[in-house]
């Protein structure tokens, strides 16, 4: 779920950007490319053309179906976008190593997936 | 209308009696459906009583804004929940007909009811 | 065998339909909480289709006076009976 509690400020292109104590926007409506790419540098990472496919497909899924998803419809939505290669676990594992679905959610701006462990 | 023939079987059976919007329930069983599909369990609904309003076409957010269930309905699919059955007798005492229905679910009388929840490891009702 | 629960009495919710619709021909339907009102004899109606697999619990009726009010098609159960009941069950399904 969407946290309303602000724990720090990412600052973007001289923005002020809020995010929860988890490190997911507080205000969804705050995203765009170049908070998603501050969010990456933090963790020291840069991101790719492989990135940006993900993070599409997981904002489409946010648009149609109002909630962040699983690992489980992540691989299937990733699928059925990009084709079963890159739906794969472990092409998301190495592009958001971890949990995807929660990093993926991050940094695509989508509230942290509740039904994930 | 079609009654399954063989009863169907899996994990877990969500049982939903109540209608959207009017209280949590609904969407607390659905919750703990995609929780359990998360989880790689295969799940099947049941859209029971009033519970069979959750599949009517065309609903929308609260008058407060409050989110609905239908969007949640269209992604059962994408985890993997397509095992969806309904109380024939309720749609019709409500005045509905399938074809009138977001989803497709397979409509159950009583003693297919009684098969899907004696089908199931875990029955949950919400 | 599986044991449907049912909390809500015949007069104030129509669950109890749903309860007698799910269950199979071995299953036993346990009343407790306001349910126990569908044990009086001038409810238990409701439930004749179940022969003898209708309980109610002790506490409950007891709590509500209606212990000595029960129809003689129900089997009065204490909270150890409905332990009993639970492990012999399958599993169990509640109905509210």
């Known amino acids: 779920m969407a946290s309303t509690e602000i724990a720090r400020y990412l600052e973007v292109e001289g923005r002020q950007v809020p995010l929860d104590p988890e490190g997911y926007l507080v205000e969804l409506d705050d995203w765009t490319p170049a908070v998603a790419r501050a969010m990456a540098a933090e963790e020291g990472c840069e991101l790719t053309y492989e990135h940006w496919e993900i993070i599409e497909v997981l904002r489409n899924f946010y648009a149609r179906f109002e909630t962040s998803p699983a690992m489980r419809p992540l691989v299937k939505a990733v699928s059925q976008a990009l084709g079963p290669e890159k739906g794969g676990s472990l092409h998301l594992m190495k592009l958001f190593p971890d949990s995807p679905a929660k990093a993926g959610a991050r940094l695509a701006g989508l509230p942290k997936p509740a039904n994930c462990l | 209308m079609q009654y399954p023939t063989v009863p169907p079987a899996g994990d877990v059976l969500v049982i939903l009696r109540h209608s959207p919007h009017g209280s949590s329930w609904l969407r607390e069983g659905l919750d703990a459906a995609l929780v359990a599909a998360a989880f790689g369990q295969a799940v099947s609904l049941l859209f029971q009583s009033e519970g069979v309003l959750a599949l009517v076409k065309g609903q929308g957010p609260g008058p407060l804004g409050q989110k609905g269930t239908s969007a949640t309905l269209d992604m059962l699919a994408m985890y993997d929940i397509e095992s969806l059955f309904l109380d024939a007798v309720a749609l019709a005492r409500l005045g509905f007909s399938s074809d009138e229905l977001q989803l497709t679910a397979r409509p159950v009388d009583q003693a297919a009811t009684a098969e899907l929840i004696a089908g199931h490891r875990l029955v949950l009702t919400f | ?96």
């Open chain 3, 1 to 96: 065998m599986i044991l449907h629960i049912l909390n809500r009495s015949p007069g104030s919710s129509l669950v109890y339909r749903e309860a007698l619709a799910g269950m199979g021909p071995e299953d036993r339907l346990l009343l407790i909480e306001d349910g126990v009102q569908g044990a009086l004899t001038s409810q238990a109606r409701h439930f004749e289709s179940l022969g003898g697999r209708l309980f109610a619990l002790r506490e409950d009726l007891a709590s509500r006076g209606l212990e000595g009010r029960c129809d003689a098609s129900v089997q009065v159960v204490d909270v150890d009976g409905f332990v009993v009941l639970t492990e012999e069950a399958d599993k169990t399904v509640s109905w509210f």
